[in-house]
């Protein structure tokens, strides 16, 4: 009898625990959550951002065609004809813009000889210098990694003289690296091998038999696409945004040409675009503005011609901007995408997130210093969704100073409050 009361006892215990383990567990997980809540909303972990001077710029992006003043070249003399300038170089009227050769292989030996001797002279004038030659590493190292991104560029853009140019350069600045860290190189092997390669040809039963010669003077570029005087040069600031169309439209197709070359005559070219009329507003005709391409990290500086003087209403407008520099890369551009930059702000660039308002209504941040909360206080020259730039000023005692930790999250931020 005891003996079943019993069972019956620890059976009835055993059901009252099963009913109270769950509601323990639901227990424990609400005062989980409300601990995690609690110690989350009074232990925030202080996030800072350094404080920098950057620069930064509003701008408009667009697609440009290239105008030129270009003029085709072509040989009318028999035989092979191999171009005896580089590409940008300066050729006056009537100078030799190019050799005639009996035949492909006089051509190939002729300008393989050419190359030797160029490499031959290269070395020797390296090695003749090298004693005095510059001692600043950073700065040598900073053009190496310019040719590394070149020489990239080059590669995903598949261009064969293109790699070759960049690859030729970064050997030359990795040679100089070495002369400047203080190794010593022996060009000896290589300049007795480069005397024996021209030894070797036969010069006389190669040289060129005619040359092609200019008449009128310029800049002369081995790259021709087809598009040279599809845009009146003369015209330019009367093209239409249906002929620009058309012109990039056409540039997109280009491919290299089978031409001589051709000969740019006016120093003066132009980058024609399209763009919104709203997005240049306060730009004005004859303005200095800034063109970053994007596929480069080339900036020109240019010259508004016209576009930016628009009637009411316009809603788009050609803009067309004026350079006067030329060389090898900028003689073959037809079709680039351009970053025009309106304007420049160099400041602070804190993220939104930093930026409180006090009780007068005056923008401002936090940043820590030796665990202490100080308020800045600055002027905001430009504004973005993500982020603001604060004027840099020295001279303000209550401004934000370089390398403040400004505080991007926090809790409770006063000025003068302890963060341990």
Same mark, same amino acid.
């Given at each position: 009898?005891?003996?079943? =009361?019993?069972?019956?006892?620890?059976?009835?215990?055993?059901?009252?625990?099963?009913?109270?383990?769950?509601?323990? %567990?639901?227990?424990?997980?609400?005062?989980?959550?409300?601990?995690?809540?609690?110690?989350?909303?009074?232990? %925030?972990?202080? /996030?800072?951002?350094?404080?920098?001077?950057?620069?930064?710029?509003?701008?408009? *992006?667009?697609?440009?065609?290239?105008?030129?003043? /270009?003029?085709?070249?072509?040989?009318?003399?028999?035989?092979? +004809?191999?171009?005896?300038?580089?590409?940008?170089?300066?050729?006056?009227?009537?100078?030799?813009?190019?050799?005639?050769?009996?035949? /492909?292989?006089?051509?190939?030996? !002729?300008?393989?000889?050419?190359?030797?001797?160029?490499?031959?002279?290269?070395?020797?004038?390296?090695?003749?210098?090298?004693?005095?030659?510059?001692? *600043?590493?950073?700065?040598?190292?900073?053009?190496?990694?310019?040719?590394?991104?070149?020489?990239?560029?080059?590669?995903?853009?598949?261009?064969?003289?293109?790699?070759?140019?960049?690859?030729?350069?970064?050997? $030359?600045?990795?040679?100089?690296? =070495?002369?400047?860290?203080?190794?010593?190189?022996?060009?000896?092997?290589?300049?007795?091998?480069?005397?024996?390669?021209?030894?070797? #040809?036969?010069?006389?039963?190669?040289?060129?038999?005619?040359? &092609?010669?200019?008449?009128?003077?310029?800049?002369?570029?081995?790259?021709?696409?087809?598009?040279?005087?599809?845009?009146? !040069?003369?015209?330019? +600031?009367? #093209?239409?945004?249906? @002929?620009? $169309?058309?012109?990039? /439209?056409?540039? !997109?197709?280009?491919?290299? =040409?089978?031409?001589?070359?051709?000969?740019?005559? +006016?120093?003066?070219?132009?980058?024609?675009?399209?763009?919104?009329?709203?997005?240049?507003?306060?730009?004005?005709?004859?303005?200095?503005?800034? &063109?970053?391409?994007?596929?480069? $990290?080339?900036?020109?500086?240019?010259?508004?011609?016209?576009?930016?003087?628009?009637?009411?209403?316009?809603?788009?407008?050609?803009?067309?901007?004026?350079?006067?520099?030329?060389?090898?890369?900028?003689?073959?551009?037809?079709?680039?995408?351009?970053?025009?930059?309106?304007? @420049?702000?160099?400041?602070?660039?804190?993220?939104?997130?930093?930026?409180?308002?006090?009780?007068?209504?005056?923008?401002?941040?936090?940043?820590?210093?030796?665990?202490?909360?100080?308020?800045?206080?600055?002027?905001?020259?430009?504004?973005?969704?993500?982020? &603001?730039?604060? @004027?840099?000023?020295? @001279?303000?005692?209550?401004?934000?100073?370089?390398?403040?930790?400004?505080? +991007?999250?926090?809790?409770?931020?006063?000025?003068?409050?302890?963060?341990?």
């Amino acid at each position: 009898m005891a003996q079943s =009361q019993e069972k019956k006892v620890n059976k009835g215990s055993k059901k009252m625990l099963r009913d109270i383990l769950p509601i323990a %567990v639901v227990l424990l997980i609400i005062a989980v959550y409300i601990f995690t809540q609690c110690y989350g909303a009074t232990h %925030v972990n202080v /996030e800072t951002v350094t404080a920098i001077t950057s620069t930064m710029y509003e701008t408009v *992006d667009a697609t440009a065609y290239v105008v030129r003043d /270009e003029h085709i070249i072509d040989s009318d003399k028999g035989g092979v +004809t191999v171009a005896c300038v580089n590409d940008g170089e300066k050729v006056k009227k009537g100078g030799n813009i190019a050799m005639v050769f009996g035949s /492909e292989q006089q051509a190939q030996s !002729y300008t393989s000889a050419l190359d030797i001797q160029s490499s031959l002279d290269y070395y020797i004038d390296l090695e003749s210098r090298s004693a005095g030659i510059a001692t *600043d590493v950073a700065s040598i190292d900073k053009d190496i990694l310019s040719d590394v991104n070149d020489y990239i560029r080059q590669a995903s853009d598949y261009s064969a003289g293109g790699l070759d140019s960049s690859s030729k350069s970064l050997n $030359d600045k990795l040679t100089r690296r =070495q002369i400047i860290i203080g190794e010593s190189i022996d060009f000896s092997d290589v300049k007795s091998r480069l005397e024996k390669e021209i030894n070797s #040809l036969d010069m006389n039963s190669c040289k060129p038999t005619d040359y &092609v010669s200019t008449d009128e003077s310029g800049i002369f570029s081995s790259y021709t696409d087809g598009c040279e005087g599809l845009v009146d !040069y003369n015209k330019v +600031t009367e #093209l239409t945004a249906e @002929e620009l $169309d058309k012109a990039i /439209e056409q540039g !997109y197709k280009t491919e290299k =040409q089978n031409h001589l070359g051709k000969m740019i005559t +006016t120093y003066e070219w132009y980058f024609c675009c399209k763009v919104d009329a709203d997005k240049i507003k306060g730009i004005k005709n004859g303005d200095k503005l800034s &063109v970053a391409l994007k596929d480069s $990290d080339d900036v020109i500086d240019c010259t508004v011609v016209s576009g930016a003087d628009v009637d009411l209403g316009v809603k788009e407008t050609v803009l067309v901007l004026r350079n006067s520099a030329m060389d090898s890369s900028i003689s073959a551009m037809r079709v680039e995408n351009i970053e025009i930059r309106l304007k @420049e702000y160099t400041g602070f660039k804190v993220p939104s997130s930093a930026i409180h308002v006090d009780e007068d209504g005056k923008k401002m941040v936090y940043a820590l210093a030796a665990n202490q909360v100080n308020a800045r206080y600055g002027n905001i020259i430009y504004s973005t969704k993500d982020y &603001v730039i604060f @004027e840099y000023e020295p @001279e303000n005692s209550d401004g934000i100073r370089l390398y403040d930790q400004i505080i +991007t999250q926090g809790k409770d931020l006063y000025d003068g409050k302890i963060y341990t």
